[in-house]
């Protein structure tokens, strides 16, 4: 299969233009411009035509639709190591907040506790995609009932100079104020962030529907000058 050629056929040149805009950190030459719900179908395709393996072992891949096939594929691995293995390839090579938060390996939801173990380590990442990832994957799969407050304080002591990470440090702080509020809002209160990111998961916790106008008030008092 020609996934190039395929990806070619699927262009779309209003969504070209929207992403070169949402992605602004990537060239245009490097954005195709198909929309997800047509990559997510020929990931699919991919993986039933048997051909994902070479697919998947051809990194760097040239564009961005590309990276975002490959984290769909991963995503629909069904065995935990081998998605485990494949994830460790590709985390280096992602360059773009989008394809990191596109990745979200299904198989993960049978597999936390090793999971928990591989999220240290990619918090403990110089790259700012596996970073980012780590931290997501933190928030996706444990701020519900596999949900303990010693979490929370290792997003905390993040330090970081990128963006699209204190972007995600924040969005994880909001997302646990609107599900953990009791355990997540000393973290605010005590100043135990960057003021930036103290801010910016005030600022995401206001805009949740999942938040009452009692905390959202309470939260509106704790902003930070510096």
Excluded at 144 to 163: K, Q
């Amino acid at each position: 299969m020609d996934i190039v050629r395929e990806l070619l056929a699927r262009q779309d040149g209003a969504y070209r233009a929207f992403q070169c805009r949402l992605i602004p950190n990537l060239p245009a030459e490097a954005i195709i411009g198909v929309r997800t719900p047509a990559l997510r179908e020929l990931a699919k395709k991919i993986v039933h035509s048997g051909e994902s393996g070479p697919f998947l072992a051809a990194l760097p891949h040239r564009y961005f639709e590309e990276d975002q096939l490959h984290a769909f594929i991963l995503s629909l691995e069904r065995d935990y190591d081998t998605c485990i293995e494949g994830l460790e390839e590709f985390l280096p090579h992602i360059n773009n907040w989008a394809t990191c938060d596109q990745l979200s390996p299904k198989v993960f939801r049978k597999h936390r506790p090793e999971l928990l173990t591989r999220i240290r380590s990619w918090l403990d990442s110089p790259h700012e995609y596996t970073l980012r990832f780590g931290i997501g994957m933190l928030m996706e799969h444990f701020l519900g009932e596999d949900f303990d407050p010693s979490y929370l304080a290792w997003v905390a002591r993040l330090r970081s100079d990128a963006y699209y990470v204190n972007m995600m440090i924040a969005w994880y702080f909001a997302t646990a104020l609107a599900k953990k509020y009791e355990a997540a809002l000393p973290y605010l209160e005590e100043n135990r962030m960057e003021a930036w990111v103290h801010n910016k998961a005030i600022q995401k916790a206001l805009e949740s529907r999942r938040i009452p106008l009692k905390e959202k008030q309470t939260l509106r008092g704790l902003k930070r000058s510096r």
